[in-house]
């Protein structure tokens, strides 16, 4: 069983930024492409963005487009995401994972776990956007 894990969040005000990042192990990392997803209380789980093996492309969903930029090391096994520009909206429970894809729905980028791997989640790190 490979693992996740999750970190970086925490408490920042409308505006402000946030770094995270996500150690992937027991696995070949740059086999796969990966990705961020969110989820807030009463909400589902959101795709945010996904990046190939390689690093040479990454897609954004609308929501995020603009503020984040997703990022990776495969030298590190490692993945990151820089969140600029926060807004309240924002806060949930970020999960990286492994194997993703994106889509055009709608004339917007959709972005989706993979199948590749079965459903495998870490921890979390959570995000709090408040003044």
């Known amino acids: 069983q490979f693992q996740l894990v999750e970190s970086g969040g925490g408490l920042v005000q409308p505006g402000g930024s946030l770094r995270l990042s996500c150690v992937i192990s027991?696995?070949?990392?740059?086999?796969?492409?990966a990705g961020w997803f969110r989820q807030a209380p009463g909400k589902e789980r959101e795709g945010l963005s996904c990046?190939?093996?390689?690093?040479?492309?990454?897609y954004y969903a609308d929501s995020v487009k603009g503020r984040f930029t997703i990022s990776r090391d495969n030298a590190k096994n490692t993945l990151y995401l820089q969140m600029n520009s926060l807004k309240v909206d924002d806060t949930a429970v970020y999960y990286c994972?492994?194997?993703?894809?994106?889509?055009?729905?709608?004339?917007?980028?959709?972005?989706?776990?993979?199948?590749?791997?079965?459903?495998?989640w870490g921890q979390g790190t959570q995000v709090t956007v408040s003044s």
């Open positions: 994972a492994l194997d993703c894809g994106a889509e055009s729905q709608g004339g917007n980028t959709r972005i989706l776990p993979g199948h590749r791997l079965g459903d495998h």
């Open positions: 027991g696995v070949t990392f740059d086999y796969y492409s």
């Open positions: 990046i190939t093996s390689s690093g040479d492309s990454a």
